[in-house]
T-cell receptor, first 112, second 111 residues
Framework: RKEVEQDPGPFNVPEGATVAFNCTYS??????FFWYRQDCRKEPKLLMS???SGNEDGRFTAQLNRASQYISLLIRDSKLSDSATYLC?????????????FGPGTRLSVLP | NAGVTQTPKFQVLKTGQSMTLQCAQD?????MYWYRQDPGMGLRLIYY???????DKGEVPNGYNVSRLNKREFSLRLESAAPSQTSVYFC??????????FGPGTRLTVL
């Protein structure tokens, strides 16, 4: 079993739709959590960090459930520009980046 | 600020050839990383450097070596390329465990 698993996708949704991605992680010692966005043939870029209390950034909402070891990302009012692959990233348990574990990603296509 | 830069962008090698991938960052970050990304798999850590003067193996170090030349530069060397090393290679840097900033990647094909 992979340490970080995501919905395999792809998700094809119309503009304006709401879409949710799920991510589970197996290491209960994991300390910090992130969603990265990766456009086709480009580098990953941080979309948002995920906090225990949940956090929102415009149309994007991230939730963390430590008991279930589950992270989610909700995108409301999808735009064409949201089409990308979304990577769930977990820091296994230190203050250092060498413990980042990347999920395989979920691809989103927003259709006109 | 250029952020993280990588050269080359594309490379084709024959089995057994060697090459060095270059990476530089201008954000004064202490930590730097080399990842590879293969279809259907997450990014996997090859080597990292927590600070200038130190390097350590990541998840998939076999067939690679690294050099942390100074605080800005971190290079990845393939001594004898194999087809299994065909991949997209990303360099990244960070302040400890915070957000990682990635370079644009190198697409490597080994024939």
């Amino acid at each position: 079993r992979k340490e970080v698993e995501q919905d395999p996708g792809p998700f094809n949704v119309p503009e304006g739709a709401t879409v949710a991605f799920n991510c589970t992680y197996s290491n209960s010692a994991s300390q910090s959590f992130f969603w990265y966005r990766q456009d086709c043939r480009k580098e990953p870029k941080l979309l948002m960090s995920v906090y225990s209390s949940g956090n929102e950034d415009g149309r994007f909402t991230a939730q963390l459930n430590r008991a279930s070891q589950y992270i989610s990302l909700l995108i409301r009012d999808s735009k064409l520009s949201d089409s990308a692959t979304y990577l769930c990233v977990v820091n296994r348990g230190s203050n250092y980046g060498q413990n980042f574990v990347f999920g395989p990603g979920t691809r989103l296509s927003v259709l006109p | 600020n250029a952020g993280v830069t990588q050269t080359p962008k594309f490379q084709v090698l024959k089995t057994g050839q060697s090459m060095t991938l270059q990476c530089a960052q201008d954000m004064n970050h202490n930590s730097m990383y080399w990842y590879r990304q293969d279809p259907g798999m997450g990014l996997r850590l090859i080597y990292y450097s927590a600070s200038e003067g130190t390097t350590d193996k990541g998840e998939v170090p076999n067939g690679y070596n690294v050099s942390r030349l100074n605080k800005r530069e971190f290079s990845l060397r393939l001594e004898s390329a194999a087809p299994s090393q065909t991949s997209v290679y990303f360099c990244a840097s960070s302040v400890r465990g915070d957000e990682q900033f990635f370079g644009p990647g190198t697409r490597l094909t080994v024939l």
